[in-house]
């Protein structure tokens, strides 16, 4: 079956970086685009950006915008979320995804994912 195991984020301050990685077996990891998706308390799981399968297309939820960056490493089955300029507000559990589908160029939507990572807390102080 599909395990994304996930790894990296903890405690950034105020304008600080933080990164996260989604390491991913059990499928064919260049067939799916993959998503970053954050979930802070009381609120529902938000999108945050997610990137094609050949990593040539990305899309950003405007609140992260400029400040984060998504990439992956097809070779090693690896997604990954570099967080810049952090904000209190980016305060959340950061889940990564994987697509339902392959070769879908841009899903966006919490059930458009089939697979997803344990969750790790990223938390910005002020």
């Known amino acids: 079956q599909v395990q994304l195991v996930q790894s990296g984020g903890g405690l950034g301050q105020t304008g600080g970086s933080l990164r996260l990685s989604c390491a991913a077996s059990?499928?064919?990891?260049?067939?799916?685009?993959m998503g970053w998706f954050r979930q802070a308390p009381g609120k529902e799981r938000e999108f945050v950006v997610v990137i094609n399968w050949s990593g040539s297309t990305t899309y950003y939820a405007d609140s992260v915008k400029g400040r984060f960056t998504i990439s992956r490493d097809n070779a090693k089955n690896t997604v990954y979320l570099q967080m810049n300029n952090l904000k209190p507000e980016d305060t959340a559990v950061y889940y990564c995804?994987?697509?339902?589908?392959?070769?879908?160029?841009?899903?966006?939507?919490?059930?458009?994912?089939?697979?997803w990572g344990q969750g790790t807390q990223v938390t910005v102080s002020s």
């Open positions: 059990g499928l064919t990891f260049s067939r799916y685009s």
């Open positions: 995804a994987a697509d339902r589908l392959p070769y879908r160029l841009r899903p966006v939507h919490v059930d458009e994912f089939g697979s």
